[in-house]
């Protein structure tokens, strides 16, 4: 990380809780969503850089919210998450006027609520809009690839675990029958399981495998 | 009278555990327990994906309790997870009214119906409850007296219904084990999980601060054995002191509940791969009950 940046780190490192170095005029400080906007008036007013824009990834039961900050070659990004139960922040407008336009954006497509806004109109929607905000997706997880790739499984061959053929011998050994629910690869039993995920239309949600 | 029950050993005790399934089959036997086996029912599936969609994870568990309904029985099963799957989905329906008829919908065009006549039993309730601890008692023939034990009862084991005894299930786990005259020693640590599901999303995290926490507070205790009633836990449990033997050396041996009760009934250790199929040291066990 070149030594500009790294100041800055040392002197509000009791607030980053984690730092990821893109390149070394490239960096991400992840704040506590409390912390943010001390920081970002520090690094606004006393460091120089000037706030280039915010990014937002609905994370299934959170936002992550990302301020990028610009000065000369550096890029400083300070990262926070919010809730999706409560989706507020404070916002930046007092301090940094050029954050109006960007936290109302935000807040017309993902429905997070900037605390304080100077203006709190809305800028990419229609005043009257009443439906839920375009971008925000349900509250859902976003799934560990182990969950996903079981989901998949379960669609496409209703879970049924396979059985190895050392397993096949050792049960023979012990007199245990050769196979059994839910074991057994029932064509009639993967055949309702995909009716099932076909009327929850689950295969919207992951790919299914033919 | 003669129990039955549908028999449903879960995945993990039927393709990784064929020894505990023995050793299952072989108490059930013993006590006239009739098992019936169906080929229609599907995965259980377990509860964590309801996560992914919780209606359809909820149908599909359904649809394996209708089919017990339709032959009148209630579904047997050794695998926490499996019991933890069928008993919320079976609460969730009964108690919500939208949920039930959305699953009911879908449930009739495949030709099923749920009504809540039948119950998914844990084998420590059937073995505690139905066959009773006295029957068990007195059919001890090899007292394990000789052996001090650990117990891990399983995160999913403490499932129960609003405002139930959340201890129920546990303290009848420790009375089956004390029936086979094993002492039973606490570290306190007996409700960790340990580190089977959260492994899904952070293996290395679960590996340190769920199952070798377990770990070296039991090796710590100085027991004979860990026994749990639980296929994952057991899983977890051996695997990860293979996985951890370049750092420490554990070498605890962990057994189900139904190898114990297996080996004070009677069953000859080597009918069921005792010592051959666990990653743990089991042989431990033999030499010190005069098996070995």
């Known amino acids: 990380m070149e030594e500009f940046l790294s100041k800055i780190l040392e002197k509000h490192k009791d607030k980053i809780v984690k730092v990821k170095e893109i390149v070394p005029w490239r960096v991400i400080f992840e704040v506590p969503n409390g912390r943010l906007k001390e920081l970002a008036k520090d690094v606004f007013e006393i460091h120089g850089f000037r706030l280039s824009t915010i990014s937002t ?22 990262k926070t998450v919010i809730s999706k139960e409560n989706p507020r922040i404070p916002s930046l407008t007092d301090i940094i006027p050029g954050a109006n336009w960007l936290e109302r954006e935000v807040r017309d497509l993902f429905g997070i609520e900037f605390e304080g806004h100077v203006e709190p109109e809305r800028i990419v929607l229609p005043p009257d809009w009443s439906l839920e905000p375009p971008l925000r997706k ?6 560990p690839p182990t969950y996903a790739e079981y989901l998949v499984n379960l669609i496409s061959k209703a879970a049924l675990a396979s059985i190895t053929g050392i397993v096949k011998r050792r049960r023979t050994k012990m007199g245990l029958p050769e196979v059994v629910a839910p074991v057994l690869e029932s064509k009639k039993v993967i055949e309702e399981i995909r009716k099932i995920s076909k009327e929850l239309e689950i295969d919207r949600k992951v790919p299914v495998r033919k | 009278m003669m129990l039955k029950y549908i028999f449903y050993p879960g995945c993990y005790v039927s393709t990784m555990l064929p020894h505990v399934e023995a050793a299952i089959r072989f108490i ?16 259980c599936p377990p509860k964590i994906n309801s996560i992914a969609d ?27 997870g499996c019991f933890e799957s069928f008993f919320e989905a ?12 959305k699953v009911s919908n879908i449930l009739s065009k495949l030709g099923y119906k749920f009504e809540g006549k039948i119950k998914p039993k844990h084998l420590i309730e059937v073995l505690y409850e139905d066959v009773g601890l006295e029957k068990i008692k007195e059919n001890i023939v090899k007292p394990l007296g000789a052996l001090r034990v650990a117990v891990h009862y399983g995160c999913h084991l403490f499932i129960v219904e609003h405002g139930g005894d959340v201890w129920k299930k546990p303290r009848m786990t420790d009375e089956l084990i004390k029936v086979t005259r094993a002492e039973l020693v ?9 580190g089977f599901v959260p492994s899904t999303v952070d293996d290395a995290f679960s590996l340190t601060y769920r199952t070798e926490v377990r770990l070296k507070s039991v090796k710590e205790l100085g027991v004979d054995a860990l026994v749990t009633p639980c296929p994952q836990c057991l899983m977890r449990l051996e695997f990860g002191q293979v996985r951890l033997r370049a750092k420490a050396r554990y070498d605890v041996p962990i057994i189900h509940l139904a190898e114990l009760l297996a080996l004070a009934l009677g069953l000859d250790p080597k009918k069921f791969g005792f010592t ?3 990653k743990s040291p089991t042989k431990l066990i033999l030499q010190k009950i005069g098996l070995g």
Not at chain 2, 90 to 101: Q, T
């Open chain 1, 138 to 143: 349900p509250i859902a997880p976003k799934l």
């Open chain 2, 90 to 101: 079976k609460m969730m329906y009964m108690e919500g009214k939208d949920l039930r008829e």
């Open chain 2, 186 to 194: 606490r570290d306190g640590l007996e409700r960790l999980c340990c």
């Open chain 2, 276 to 278: 051959v199929y666990h």
């Open chain 1, 57 to 78: 990834l609905d994370q299934g039961f959170y936002f992550e919210l990302l301020y990028h900050f610009v000065k000369d070659k550096y890029v400083l990004t300070l």
């Open chain 2, 54 to 80: 919780e209606l359809f994870w909820l149908t599909v568990a359904v649809r394996n309790l209708a089919i017990a309904e339709s032959k009148g029985l209630d579904i047997l099963t050794p695998c926490n």
């Open chain 2, 28 to 43: 059930l036997k013993k006590f006239n327990v009739e098992t019936i086996e169906l080929e229609d029912l599907s995965c």
